[in-house]
T-cell receptor
Framework: GENVEQHPSTLSVQEGDSAVIKCTYS??????FPWYKQELGKGPQLIID?????GEKKDQRIAVTLNKTAKHFSLHITETQPEDSAVYFC???????????FGKGNQVVVIP | GAGVSQSPSNKVTEKGKDVELRCDPI?????LYWYRQSLGQGLEFLIY????????KSGLPSDRFSAERTGGSVSTLTIQRTQQEDSAVYLC??????????????FGPGTRLTVL
């Protein structure tokens, strides 16, 4: 099955700086890669996703890049704000497979 | 509209007792998932229901865990003879499975289970 690696660590950034989180996956058949944001005491919420027919997708201050050859994808948050502080999870799945494999999450702390 | 709801929000039980966790998915969503999130860990897949198809139970960690979905809507996750290692947040998600197989999973707030 799919194995998604996302090092569980805390990423601290100054407000206004950029944050980058990287994930790797093992199954070359995977072609759907969502990112979820989880705030304290809440369930994860989808913030952006990318499919393997594109290399980059952007939504305001958030962008995701995908390198299928290297089997890694990254989340980029620009102009970070205190409300960006949360745990971010990456995930992967294949076409027709609704079962998502999640990474272990990154704690992002934005310092005002 | 209403999102995914779960009850109870917190459950404290004694080792050896049975517990039932409830999930109400978004109305009209045909797919329902249960995940377990242990402290500092990612989401561990437990079970997946899709319409009237047989559920994918491949993630259930032991035969003490079971789940059912009645009427294609509400789901109950049951843990029998709870152990301390069962302590975790249990998350439920639902999605609308349409022509595209890339369907966003909407998560509930979770049930925090503590086994003493």
């Amino acid at each position: 099955g799919e194995n998604v690696e996302q090092h569980p660590s805390t990423l601290s950034v100054q407000e206004g700086d950029s944050a980058v989180i990287k994930c790797t996956y093992s199954d070359s058949a995977s072609n759907y890669f969502p990112w979820y944001k989880q705030e304290l005491g809440k369930g994860p919420q989808l913030i952006i996703d990318i499919r393997s027919n594109v290399g980059e997708k952007k939504d305001q201050r958030i962008a995701v890049t995908l390198n299928k050859t290297a089997k890694h994808f990254s989340l980029h948050i620009t102009e970070t704000q205190p409300e960006d502080s949360a745990v971010y999870f990456c995930a992967a799945s294949g076409y027709g497979n609704n079962r998502l494999a999640f990474g272990k999450g990154n704690q992002v702390v934005v310092i005002p | 509209g209403a999102g995914v709801s779960q009850s109870p929000s917190n459950k404290v039980t004694e080792k050896g007792k049975d517990v039932e966790l409830r999930c109400d998915p978004i109305s009209g969503h045909t797919a329902l998932y249960w995940y377990r999130q242990s402290l500092g860990q990612g989401l561990e897949f437990l079970i997946y229901f899709q319409g009237n198809s047989a559920p994918d139970k491949s993630g259930l960690p032991s035969d003490r865990f079971s789940a059912e979905r009645t009427g294609g809507s509400v789901s109950t996750l049951t843990i029998q003879r709870t152990q301390q290692e069962d302590s975790a947040v249990y998350l439920c998600a639902s999605s609308l499975v349409g022509e595209s197989s890339y369907n966003e999973q909407f998560f509930g707030p979770g049930t925090r289970l503590t086994v003493l």
